[in-house]
Each structure stands twice: as C-alpha cells, then as structure tokens.
C-alpha cells in the first residue's frame, strides 16, 4: 500500500508557474513509476505527465510538453511537476499516481495502469 498527497496548487496569472508535489508513503515509492493526470470541470481525467521508477525515463501530454517539468526524488518519497508558462486551459485537479503493480516500469500515459491515486490539488490559471 502506498499513500499520495499532493501539495502545491494554488491560483496564478496566465503566464505564472507553480510547482505540485506529491509525497508518497512508504518504502517502495523509488520501485514505482509515476504519473501526472488531470481533470477540468466537465471534462475526463486526462494524462499530463509520467516518469519512470529511475527518473530516467519522461512522458508529456502534447499539450504541456515544453512547458511542465516532471521530476521525482526517491531518497525523499516525493514526486514533483513543475509548470510553467500556465495557461487558462491548464485549470484543473491534479493527481499524482503510482503504478504499483509493475515494478520498475517507464511511466504510463494510461490510467488504468495505476492503482494508486492522491485526492487532488486544484490549479486555476485567470486569463
């Protein structure tokens, strides 16, 4: 069993940053590869980022890529996302998931490929 919590959301001006993190519970978080997903009002979670077990490895959603930063420190059981250059269309929750069913993986952009999920830190980007 793992648990996530996700810190760091907040509200920003368009063309502000902001940095998530995601503190993970026990002692086989650097064994799990990692994700990034959001959800809009109205709309389906979505995928936005993923990094392997190593931090080797990185996945962007076409439309963060060049924008946000996936990183994760193992030593200290916390995943981060930096995100820069917000835009309004970037006003969502966030939530950091962990894959751990299959140790040691690359990252997912698919969501059925975690079992384990934070409850969310909330993004608003104003124009």
């Known amino acids: 069993q793992v648990q996530l919590v996700e810190s760091g959301g907040g509200l920003v001006q368009a063309g502000g940053s902001l940095g998530l993190s995601c503190a993970a519970s026990?002692?086989?978080?650097?064994?799990?590869?990692m994700g990034w997903f959001r959800q809009a009002p109205g709309k389906e979670r979505e995928f936005v980022s993923a990094?392997?077990?190593?931090?080797?490895?990185?996945l962007y959603a076409d439309s963060v890529k060049g924008r946000f930063t996936i990183s994760r420190d193992n030593p200290k059981n916390t995943l981060y996302l930096q995100m820069n250059s917000l835009k309004p269309e970037d006003t969502a929750v966030y939530f950091c998931?962990?894959?751990?069913?299959?140790?040691?993986?690359?990252?997912?952009?698919?969501?059925?490929?975690?079992?384990?999920w934070g409850q969310g830190t909330q993004v608003t980007v104003s124009s």
């Open positions: 026990g002692r086989a978080f650097s064994s799990y590869a």
């Open positions: 990094i392997s077990w190593s931090g080797t490895n990185t």
């Open positions: 998931a962990a894959n751990g069913r299959r140790l040691y993986g690359s990252g997912s952009r698919y969501q059925a490929d975690y079992d384990y």
